[in-house]
DNA sequence: GCGCCGCTCCGAACACTGTACGGACACCGC
DNA sequence: GCGGTGTCCGTACAGTGTTCGGAGCGGCGC
């Protein structure tokens, strides 16, 4: 009659010995765990590396199980971007009556931004999928002490959120085209020295017709590129933040 | 012996009747057809409808064929990614030694380019697939006439080269951030409107601990929205081309 | 005229994708 | 004990981008 192996544990047909015991260990699957788990994944491999069976994979899952935790995909990218801002430099508000205070402040603000979206390029392919980002908290917070900042050095409603959204503009504009460059750069294979050394000479015959392109492309590109794009940028804020004092003062005085 | 029909058109067996004749009357398929059509598709239904077979099928084509005028899925939305920047005005550069005249031109391909990306939202879902935008023809041909502006501004190259990056740069994450929004709503199936009468006060709620955001949000929001975005954007250039102005008066004082 | 190359087109196939569905199972209050 | 609820997941479906092999064709050299 014991036509099972003496240990019970035949496999395909359930015993008593190899069913799975006690699953309920603890819940096994959290939504923050997919949502640390997904970051993790598009750091290292990028976001066409990023699928619901891999993910799950990697969390010792069954890929539809990730749904009882998130809606769907684009939920799981809305919720990973939104972790992104929450890791940023907010600095506090005190001491923004100071016109060089307020400034290093919008700068940290920027630059931390722009940091992140360079850190983890692949948010930028995932933007478009994802509207409504700042409805997300950890934005809200941001947007909260960026007007913080302004509102103490002195700008009102309007002329703060104006501020934020030309700063913020700017930043996500910047970096967004930067990080494309760099993640096209990479899934080509290439290191950024080496495309110069090896690809600059085409595009610099490609803009032949094009003088002032070309004049750029040939005075300034040999210089340090990676250091190059950061003083752009920091140049960048500043014009733009030189814009906003003058209109702060503009309003003072008249 | 005529097992055929009378005249030949049995479907299956080859005759010299129905042989498919001077396949070659013309190329049949072009990558600029492509190109146009991926265009069109990607207008009228959005990005997740665009599938190299639902293309094809609209150019009457198999899918495959499409791969001898494109290397792959990617390179077509570079092109067509670049098509667009084809269709924006170029302002000529005469006259912008007046600084209304070159603000005005400047101005003019600022809103020309956020109006395209607004128009054709889908291309904030592609940005991140197609690095190296800047290097297409059409691209190439924008930058130059905006460098030209600002060089006959009296701009020299490294300062029209910052001026330019702060108005793109801008001028992109700006639109970005718009047109995401707006196809997230349109995926919803909501008209903004309705989205202001019914999930507003939801956020409005949720913002209750970020008082400066609630305000903004409680007496910015209820008016007109889309002009309200146009002239904030038409804000955050002139306060960039304020700070661009004022580096170029001070150089030129001292 | 003939053979052959190269180009264009495409059907079939492959390896994957997101996710709907339905079932299995553990835990809870009754 | 029993139903309900929440979690987990195997299976399946309807696609996706792209590779491969081959078919038909125009034009070239001979």
Redesign the pocket.
């Known amino acids: 009659m014991a036509a099972t192996s003496e240990d019970g544990t035949t496999p395909g047909i ?1 015993t008593p010995w190899n ?12 939504r923050e765990q997919i949502v640390a788990e997904a970051f993790a994944l598009l750091d290292s491999d990028g976001i ?9 994979a990697r ?18 990218l809305a919720l990973v971007v939104d972790q992104i801002f929450g890791g940023l430099p907010q600095p506090a508000a005190e001491g923004s009556e100071v016109p060089e205070v307020w400034r290093a402040k919008v700068m940290e603000l920027a630059e931390g931004m722009r940091a992140a979206i360079m850190r983890h390029p692949w948010m930028v392919s995932v933007i478009g999928d994802v509207g409504m980002i700042y409805l997300g908290p950890n934005w809200m917070r941001l947007s909260e002490t960026f007007l913080a900042v302004m509102e103490t050095a002195g700008f009102d409603t309007g002329e703060a959120n104006d501020a934020m959204s030309a700063v913020m503009g700017y930043t996500i504009g910047t970096a967004c085209v930067e990080a494309s460059w760099v993640t096209a750069l990479a899934r080509s294979g290439q290191d950024e020295q080496e495309w110069m050394n090896r690809l600059l000479p085409a595009v610099i015959e490609a803009t032949k017709e094009f003088p002032r392109l070309h004049r750029l492309y040939t005075t300034e590109v040999p210089e340090e590129v990676a250091a190059g794009r950061d003083s752009n940028f920091g140049r960048g804020v500043d014009v733009i933040l030189d814009g906003v004092e003058a209109a702060l003062a503009a309003r003072r005085r008249g």
Do not use: F, I, W
């Not at 799975?20 to 096994?28: G, S, T, V």
């Not at 969390?59 to 799981?76: F, I, M, P, Q």
């Open positions: 359930p069913r799975p015991q006690r699953r309920r260990e603890q819940p096994a699957l959290s066409e590396a990023l699928s619901m069976r891999k993910l799950a969390l010792n899952a069954g890929a539809t199980s990730l749904y009882t935790h998130v809606a769907n995909k684009d939920e799981l």
